[in-house]
């Protein structure tokens, strides 16, 4: 219900449009910040296997590359939509405005299922929508990644189409790929690892120890999977994780009040990434209904799946236990849940600061394979550790200097960046 109710693009909007109030932004830079500045809807008709052609709808979105070249993954997804892969630009320009890092804000998506697609045409879809795009996707431009349910390998498609074109190498081109093929060690947890990198630093400044702290996560994809195993070995304790199940299409909670061994739950995900219930059950997993994650008593809740989750028809339902909430993923909590969070004294680290370890590391690789030169996995993670303590840190101290909650304080450090990169670049006087 709630998807049908709130409208991400307008979500977006609105807590720019109130940061915008506060740093009294003039109107010019106000309209210019909160438009996309660059839209490309297109079709890509794909040969089927049954030798039909389909015909796919497909976005790419340019929200701002005042700080570099636009930056953002490609969703393939049967729901996409405009507005969606909008917000999501424009919330990667202020991902990567916060955590300093020199990219724009970009999004792709393509209308489809690949679980309903063959290999060849998954291949053959990939291949389209970079014959499509072609002069508007670069190193220097514009740079892909996946996204939900696309791959390292439809990244390497697309690469190999663009070097065909191209008629030359450009691993920069695109990241997410697969290491040995211009890919980044570390790339894989790097999302994951991201939000817990800022939940620790969190727990410091609140004098708390990873170990007296218990968590609920909605989600055991990439992010979720990576952000419990790295916080149970902080020494946390995840009392439930909710997956969609894609057999049943709904969603169950997999809950053990003792700590949910996530190797464990790791190892009975079936091919489509679902746990399996049964299999669970038989490991003592209490199996709850989908929503649950949302009412455990923890200390923390890690919305680590769908946007619009945290609302304020299902905030009274959240123990009273909760005080840190850590958006693994993009815009789990609508902007009129804000001010409850703050009222119930939540600390709450916002999704384009807590999950930008995985556009961090993305930039990471475009680095390597610009210079041609690969670094350690203990490298990666070392740079993506102090960069996003960095960026936490700048955030924690001026929402405690300016009694600002840290959506506010991360919004206003982003914005004044891009801002001040469209003034000296003369788009706005």
């Not at 993954?73 to 890092?101: N, Q, S, Y």
């Not at 709850?288 to 009274?316: H, K, R, S």
Request: aromatic content about 8%.
């Amino acid at each position: 219900m709630s998807m049908a109710v709130y409208n991400p693009f307008e979500n977006a909007r609105a807590q720019f449009d109130k940061v915008a109030e506060q740093l009294n932004l003039d109107s010019g830079t106000r309209e210019l910040l909160r438009t996309p500045m660059k839209e490309f809807h297109f079709t890509i008709p794909v040969k089927m296997d049954n030798g039909s052609t389909k015909v796919f709808q497909a976005y790419r979105i340019k929200h701002n590359d005042a700080l570099g070249p636009a930056k953002g993954g490609i969703r393939f997804h049967p729901h996409e939509t405009a507005d969606t892969v909008r917000a999501l630009a424009t919330w990667m320009t202020w991902k990567c405005a916060v955590v300093d890092i020199p990219l724009g804000g970009g999004k792709g998506g393509v209308v489809c299922n690949p679980p309903d697609l063959s290999q060849g045409e998954q291949e053959r879809l990939c291949r389209g929508y970079i014959r499509r795009l072609f002069s508007q996707v670069g190193p220097n431009i514009d740079v892909p990644a996946p996204d939900v349910m696309s791959n390292a390998q439809h990244m390497l498609w697309m690469l190999d189409e663009y070097e065909t074109i191209a008629g030359g190498h450009y691993p920069g081109v695109i990241t997410g790929k697969p290491v040995g093929l211009g890919g980044s060690l570390g790339r894989t947890e790097a999302t994951g690892y991201g939000v817990v990198y800022t939940l620790e630093a969190l727990l410091k400044a609140k004098k708390l120890a990873p170990e007296a702290t218990t968590a609920s996560i909605q989600g055991f994809g990439n992010v979720a999977e990576y952000a419990a195993r790295l916080y149970t070995e902080m020494g946390g304790k995840v009392i439930a994780v909710s997956c969609w199940n894609q057999a049943a299409q709904k969603a169950y909670t997999f809950k053990k009040s003792g700590g949910c061994n996530i190797e464990q739950l790791v190892s009975i995900k079936d091919s489509f990434g679902s746990i399996e219930t049964e299999k669970a059950k038989a490991l003592g997993y209490e199996v709850l209904d989908g929503d649950a994650w949302l009412t455990q008593e923890v200390d923390i809740l890690i919305p680590a799946a769908l946007e619009n989750q945290i609302t304020p028809a299902v905030f009274g339902k959240i123990s009273k236990k909760v005080s840190v909430i850590c958006e693994g993923a993009n815009g789990p909590t609508t902007p009129d849940c804000d001010p409850l969070i703050a009222e119930a004294g939540i600390s709450l680290i916002p999704d384009f600061l807590c999950n930008a370890g995985g556009v961090t590391c993305s930039y990471f690789e475009q680095v390597q394979c610009n210079m041609n030169y690969f670094w350690s996995k203990e490298e990666v993670l070392d740079k993506l550790k102090f960069t996003m303590n960095k960026a936490f840190d700048s955030v924690y101290e001026l929402s405690l200097s300016q009694k600002l909650n840290m959506r506010d304080a991360a919004y206003q450090i982003s914005i004044k960046r891009v801002a001040n990169a469209v003034k000296l670049r003369g788009w706005v006087s």
